[in-house]
Structure formats: C-alpha cells, structure tokens
C-alpha cells in the first residue's frame, strides 16, 4: 500500500523539472488555459508548501505574486 502514496509536492516538483507541467493540470480543462501562467503557479504552490511556515508568503503577498503572474506588466512600472 505504501507504494500507492503520492506526495502532491513530490509529484509537482517532478514535473516542473521534468518539463510535464500538463500533467499537474485539471484535465477538464481540456487544455482551455493560459500556458504561461501554469508553470508560475505550480511554483508559487509549492512555496506555499514550505515545510517552515514562516518561509511561506503570507496571503497578501500571494495575491501580489497571482497579479504579477495574470499581468506582468504591470509590475515593471
């Protein structure tokens, strides 16, 4: 049984750096999202995942890091 465990973080991490990021996307999207903006959040998620809390942004950074992600031009002003 101990071999059916999948550790989410693990999995993620693993296709990031494998380049399989589609394979950590909800399928019955049916590829209708912005490619660009996947592999920014799947990052943003696991930093949220950090085994030390204060490591973690608080939710108010995240937000800023979700906006610079949907509109990055915005941040170079």
């Known amino acids: 049984m101990e071999d059916d465990v999948v550790v989410l973080c693990d999995m993620v991490r693993g ?3 494998e380049g399989r990021v589609e394979e ?9 999202f912005p ?3 996947v592999v920014p959040v799947m990052k943003l998620g696991l930093i949220c995942t ?3 809390p204060s490591n973690r942004p608080d939710m ?3 937000i800023n890091i979700l906006d ?10």
């Open 50 to 52: 950090l085994q030390v």
């Open 24 to 32: 950590c996307v909800d399928g019955r999207l049916m590829g209708n």
């Open 15 to 17: 296709a990031l750096e």
């Open 35 to 37: 490619a660009d903006e």
């Open 60 to 62: 108010g950074e995240v």
């Open 68 to 77: 610079l992600i949907r509109c990055p031009s915005e941040g170079q002003e």
